[in-house]
């Protein structure tokens, strides 16, 4: 492991930075990256020690490294307290670092440094490169007392010192006079009453336009760099590929290295063995240090597709409680995918990963408690339960939306009433993942005592009814379906009826039959026939039968009930003049062994059939239905007389 990694996952463990370990840090030219993290932990001590380590990197301008490394930190952050050391340093041997100096005195110029800015420009005695980064910083500062001292430079006697100070002021005020002194002068004249705020907004206006330009040009200068990194890359032999990777990875593009992420899972899919796979994964997690929280991200997502590693996990365990919240929540999300892998230390994973999940649950951050909600949800362990109901009442919408729904694949009993008692939400998704969790804690409601079946009922009937989104009302029947008894059946079918919205009646109809098959009764069966044939719902009669009679003779013990509710079936397909769905039905119950009832109640719903095939114009159909049953008939009596009569009516006139 490098030195930046090593030191990088030390400051990430312990409490406060050790000045000590950043020195070190800050020193190490082979990881400039890790340099500039180092001194801008030094700025952001408060420690005396901390801000001597700073003056010192920075007198030593011999180390042009660490000078960048601790005025790039300064330039970031602002920090006004090494300014003398900054104007000390203009006077370098060294062009880089009289340069950085400069860059990093423009930003935090106030009347103090302007003073000592203009007093080396103008120290004729002075060195000409001092002069001339003086003059640089001018320029760059922003500040309208710059603007005479750079102008007054124009007439200077040296070329370097007037080109400089023309530079200076095109880049303070956009205008492109060159080194002409007179339109300079001109343009001054104009604007030298212009108040400072006036002054102010002017610049500020300036610079953003500027700004947007030169990021749109960036933008696009970084899109083909990166088009011409993915084609090299695609390029490279197989065998060159990783060496590849490991050079990019010291880019200082942070786009650059997040396609290095992309890179390394691309090599992984073809990695086999623990051998190839270690180096990869040993890359991806020193990219877990990255700087640009979008690399750190992405290298985080990865480790998550890996083989359980404990290096691996730890330091995902460390950013679920102290990395940036994009990567807090990247952390949670790959910490669950760990656990739910088939790998044989994933249950062991599991049992520490859900606590650090429930406490990420009082995240700050709102995207680190939706992720942990969704991945206690994912992870489907019931002991999350009580801390997802508890988010229920979270202020924010997202985070009661993932705790509904990652309650609909871990609610249990434990969680029930606490659901029933939750009030409507605003939100509709809420509403619904909601009703979504009572069903998975009630399952068919066979495991729940009187009072509670009867109070997940009543709430479920309540939402039914009342609630103002249809597909609320629609899975709330769907749940009755799966669980009421059949005391519901009214409500279900006053909500089935063409007044309610068309997903509410098909969802109220289908719990409606639900609860028919699961009370197993012939005689509720046939009482609820007989109401929708008050009510004539011919084409819902045979609906609701024919589903019953499927589904009960799909089991080997509901046959009986599936023969007698097909009875039922006959006759309303009977009523309904559907004869030619009856007639097969009717033939197969001939065939089956009975008493004299059962052949007489046969019978006659085949003279029914054969009736309605006659009124039918079905003439052939009519007789061969009579001529059928002439072996069942008896001798005399009601049944045998109708046959006759069909019969003659059916059998075709003589010509």
Not at 329 to 349: I, V
Not at 417 to 444: C, P, Q, Y
Not at 562 to 577: F, K, N, P, V
Request: hydrophobic share 45%; aromatic share 4%; glycine share 6%.
């Amino acid at each position: 492991m490098s030195l930046v990694l090593a030191a990088l996952l030390a400051l990430a463990q312990e409490p406060g930075p050790d000045l000590a370990l950043l020195r070190e840090m800050l020193h190490d030219r082979q990881h400039p990256h890790g340099q500039v993290q180092a001194a801008l932990l030094l700025l952001q001590s408060p420690a005396d020690e901390a801000a001597r380590v700073v003056r010192d990197g920075l007198r030593q301008t011999g180390d042009a490294e660490v000078f960048a490394a601790l005025t790039a930190a300064i330039q970031l952050t602002g920090d006004r307290r090494f300014a003398d050391e900054l104007i000390a340093a203009l006077s370098a041997k060294k062009s880089p670092v009289r340069q950085a100096a400069a860059a990093a005195l423009a930003p935090i110029a106030d009347e103090r440094v302007l003073r000592k800015l203009q007093h080396l420009a103008e120290d004729g005695r002075g060195d000409l490169a001092v002069r001339q980064a003086a003059l640089w910083a001018l320029g760059r500062s922003g500040k309208k007392a710059a603007v005479e001292v750079l102008i007054e430079h124009l007439r200077s006697d040296r070329e370097p010192l007037r080109r400089t100070a023309a530079e200076g002021l095109t880049d303070l005020t956009g205008l492109g006079h060159g080194t002409d002194f007179e339109l300079w002068e001109a343009w001054w004249l104009a604007q030298r009453d212009v108040g400072t705020l006036r002054w102010s907004e002017q610049r500020v206006a300036y610079q953003a336009t500027r700004a947007r330009r030169v990021e749109a040009e960036l933008s696009r200068a970084q899109a083909q760099i990166l088009r011409l990194q993915q084609q090299l890359y695609n390029r490279l032999p197989p065998a060159e590929r990783l060496a590849h990777v490991q050079q990019v990875l010291e880019q200082e593009d942070a786009a650059v290295r997040l396609l290095c992420v992309q890179w390394l899972l691309d090599l992984l899919t073809t990695a086999e063995g623990e051998a190839k796979q270690k180096p990869l994964a040993t890359l991806l997690l020193r990219l877990t240090f990255d700087p640009a929280p979008d690399v750190q991200k992405a290298a985080v997502l990865a480790l998550g597709r890996l083989p359980i590693d404990d290096e691996a996990a730890g330091r995902l365990k460390t950013l679920l409680r102290r990395g940036e919240p994009s990567v807090r929540a990247a952390s949670a999300r790959a910490l669950a995918q760990l656990a739910r892998t088939n790998h044989p230390e994933a249950a062991g994973l599991q049992k520490e990963v859900v606590p650090l999940l429930q406490k990420a649950l009082c995240d700050p951050a709102i995207e680190v408690v939706v992720e942990a909600a969704e991945d206690l949800g994912s992870l489907g362990d019931p002991e999350a339960g009580p801390v997802l109901l508890g988010l229920l009442q979270h202020a924010s919408e997202p985070v009661r939306q993932a705790a509904a729904q990652a309650l609909e694949r871990v609610a249990d009993r434990n969680v029930l009433e606490g659901l029933l008692e939750l009030k409507d939400d605003a939100a509709v998704t809420v509403r619904f993942s909601v009703v979504g969790a009572v069903a998975k804690a009630v399952g068919d409601g066979s495991d729940l005592e009187e009072a509670e079946l009867t109070a997940v009922v009543g709430r479920l009937g309540t939402i039914l009814q009342r609630d103002a989104d249809p597909g609320v009302r629609s899975r709330a029947a769907t749940v009755l379906g799966q669980c009421a008894p059949p005391a519901s059946l009214p409500t279900l079918w006053k909500c089935a009826q063409p007044a309610e919205d068309a997903r509410v009646q098909e969802k109220a109809w289908a719990a409606l039959v639900e609860v028919l098959v699961r009370a197993e009764s012939v005689a509720l069966l046939r009482e609820w026939d007989g109401k929708l044939a008050e009510a004539k719902q011919g084409p819902r009669r045979l609906q609701m039968l024919g589903e019953v009679v499927a589904r009960w003779a799909r089991r080997a013990d509901q046959q009986k009930l599936a023969e007698e509710a097909q009875e039922t079936l006959i006759q309303a397909q009977l009523d309904q003049g559907k004869w030619q769905t009856a007639l097969p039905q009717i033939r197969e119950h001939l065939a089956r062994p009975g008493g004299e009832a059962d052949l007489t109640k046969r019978l006659r719903w085949l003279l029914a059939a054969g009736e309605l095939a006659l009124q039918d114009g079905q003439r052939d159909e009519a007789h061969r239905i009579a001529l059928e049953a002439q072996p069942h008939l008896p001798r005399t009596g009601p049944v045998a007389e109708g046959f006759d009569r069909l019969l003659k009516k059916a059998t075709p006139k003589e010509p």
